[in-house]
Every structure is written in structure tokens, then in C-alpha cells.
């Protein structure tokens, strides 16, 4: 493909554009800043994937993963403002999602150790996670806002706060994960996943790309499971304090 080519698919951009501009959805502002920042972040991506994969030095490699972690936490960060420490909480389930799931890539050999494959693999293992949870915080704190007098009828009845909250951190996590589980049950009949599409149209013989994409497809069924539950059970204990009361809550003292 020839950037004469990626011109001439700004078509597909021109196209919303002018749909928005007739119709006055007033979408014309965003699609323009939307199309232009990919074709930078993507272009730029392009040729420092380049470098790397040229280097195959294993700290450029490193460095790309914390870039992708750091983004990651950064764009998540705002639907859990309401508990405390959540920017650590992001980043430790980011890292050890990606920990898991490499160390079993690469430990039992299943895919090797080179930046040709870390690198896509781990963009697609911390991008699932990243909106696993914007969508498990998103969710949580609905659900905890709207069970506040449930949750706080618990405590002061003697419950701890793991009971108060079983129910809000449970519901949440479900939910979270739901989108993941319902999609894979329709791939290959309702759509075909990018990568596999993407190797098809590169000229992989469909059978081998079938087969990378089931490995990836398991890969982010474990992601968006391992997610939710570590992000869910990191949060819970903060939204008390020392005395068992819901932060915020009616239950807490004024100050």
C-alpha cells in the first residue's frame, strides 16, 4: 500500500464528513481531529516499530510495553477518579497481565521472543485491558452509588466490607467481561477479526491464521477475565475506612 493509496482512502473520511455537515450532527470537528491524530500516532508508531524490530534489542522492546502501560493507565485513570490510589491499581493489573500472559508465551514456547511478536501481542494484551477496565470501573461505580444505603444496611448489621460489597463488585465484573465472551462466541460467522483479516490480505495461508487468531482470542479471554477480577478486588478496600464505613457514604462522620 502506497501513501498515494492512504490518500486516496480519505474517502472514507470525506464520506462522514459530509453526511455530518448535511444532516448538522456536528461531527465534523471530531472526525477531522479523530482521522488526523491517527495518521500521525500510526505513522510515527510505524517507524519506531521499525527501528525496533531492526534493533531487536531487548530494552527498546521493554521501553514500547511501558509506553503502551503508561498510556494505558493514562486513558483509564478518569472512570476510576473516586478511588484512591486507582493510577497504581491500573498499573499493577496492566503489568501483570502482561507478565502472565508473555510468560506463558514465551515460557512454554509458543510464540518466540522476538519484538515481531511482543510487541503486537502485548499493544493487543494491554489495549483489551485498558478498556476492560474503563468498563469494570465504569460499572462499579455506578453500581456503588446506586446500592449506597444496601451497602451501608450491612456494615451496620455487622457485616464486613467484602460482604456489603459482594454483590456491586460481582454484578460489575460480569458485566465487564460480557462484551469479551458474547463476541467470541459470534467470530468467524458474524465478522473476522482484524489480525486474521490482516494476515489473509498479507497472503498467510488462512488455516495458519486462523490458528494464530484462536491463540490470540484465548489470550484476551484470559485478559479481560484476569482483569476485572485483580482491578475489582485492588479497588473494594478503599472505598472503606479504618472503622468499616463506605467513603462518602452516609455512615461517615462529618468532618
Known sequence: MSFLTLIISLLFVIIP?????????????????AAVRSIIQLLAVGYVLQF??????????????????????????????????????LVITFIFVEVLTQAILLGLNITPAT????????GMVVG??????????????????????????I????????QAIH?????????????TIESQKTIGLVQLPGMMSGQIIAGAD??????????VLFLLLTTAVVTSIMLGYLS?????????????GASQDPE
Open 52 to 89: 525496533v524490530f531492526n534493533s531487536e534489542n531487548m530494552i527498546y522492546i521493554i521501553l514500547m510495553v511501558v509506553l503502551m502501560i503508561v498510556a494505558a493507565t493514562h486513558n483509564a485513570q478518569g472512570k476510576g477518579a473516586a478511588i484512591k490510589g486507582i493510577i497504581w491499581k
Open 206 to 215: 488462512p488455516v495458519q491464521a486462523v490458528l494464530f487468531q484462536l491463540l
Open 167 to 179: 454483590t456491586q463488585l460481582i454484578t460489575s465484573i460480569q458485566a465487564s467481561t460480557i462484551p
Open 236 to 248: 473494594y478496600p478503599t472505598l472503606f475506612n479504618q472503622r468499616m464505613q463506605l467513603v462518602g
Open 155 to 162: 456494615l451496620s448489621l455487622g457485616g464486613t466490607p467484602k
Open 17 to 33: 464528513l459530509v453526511l455530518s455537515k448535511t444532516l448538522n450532527l456536528g461531527l465534523e470537528k471530531d472526525t477531522i481531529i
Open 115 to 122: 519484538a515481531q511478536y511482543i510487541i503486537p501481542i502485548s
Open 128 to 153: 483489551n485491558s485498558m478498556v476492560l477496565a474503563i468498563l469494570f470501573l465504569n460499572r462499579f461505580t455506578s453500581e456503588i452509588e446506586d446500592h449506597q444505603d444496601e451497602t451501608e444496611l
